[in-house]
T-cell receptor
């Protein structure tokens, strides 16, 4: 069974631009969570989607948004990029929301904002 | 509020035993998890504790004391490939998002 895939793996953007990251969960998994990982803040929760609905949202500004499609694939969007948005963005999938502890992480998208 | 603490870095020798501690203060508790993350790679699940006590899985064991808000990950017979960051995470309530600790970078020396 294929693992969680994320595209692109690396991305360089300039301040003020917007970016869309994609995550394809493990086949059959319906819950997708997004995390931001930086050396200073560690791994921080962004949001979780289950059956196309946002279930939980972390403490991030409204510039960060996401969505989930009927095939469980998910995208996250960051508008008006800031230098501080440079980070590794990780996506994790799990079979269902109730079993969200069994999360499988993708390789991440390394975003650099210049 | 939610707060999880771990030592930033640890060093140990190949073949030795190392204990990585994690203390937490969260609004509610539904389980504590340990993940391993090699540099440049995604975190991978190691263990899950929801009740007090020790969970053993091969060379790795994880302990939990809910009354003390404390957990540790014990790695035995250390190997060079165990050099990685170890992340402690707490699920405050069933179905709610995880809170991750800052991670402990473990270096295993020959």
């Amino acid at each position: 069974k294929a693992g969680v895939t994320q595209t692109p793996r690396y991305l360089i953007k300039t301040r003020g631009q917007q970016v869309t990251l994609s995550c394809s969960p493990i086949s059959g998994h319906r819950s997708v969570s997004w995390y931001q990982q930086t050396p200073g803040q560690g791994l921080q929760f962004l949001f979780e989607y289950f059956s196309e609905t946002q279930r939980n949202k972390g403490n991030f500004p409204g510039r960060f948004s996401g969505r989930q499609f009927s095939n469980s694939r998910s995208e996250m969007n960051v508008s008006t990029l800031e230098l501080g948005d440079s980070a590794l963005y990780l996506c994790a999938s799990s079979l269902s929301a109730a079993r969200s502890y069994e999360q499988y992480f993708g390789p991440g998208t390394r975003l650099t904002v210049t | 509020g939610q707060n999880i603490d771990q030592p930033t870095e640890m060093t140990a020798t190949e073949g030795a035993i190392v204990q990585i501690n994690c203390t937490y203060q969260t609004s509610g508790f539904n389980g504590l998890f340990w993940y391993q993350q090699h540099a440049g790679e995604a975190p991978t699940f190691l263990s899950y504790n929801v009740l007090d006590g020790l969970e053993e899985k091969g060379r790795f064991s994880s302990f939990l004391s809910r009354s003390k808000g404390y957990s540790y990950l014990l790695l035995k017979e250390l190997q060079m490939k165990d050099s990685a960051s170890y992340l402690c995470a707490v699920s405050p309530r069933n179905g709610q998002n995880f809170v991750f600790g800052p991670g402990t970078r473990l270096s295993v020396l020959p």
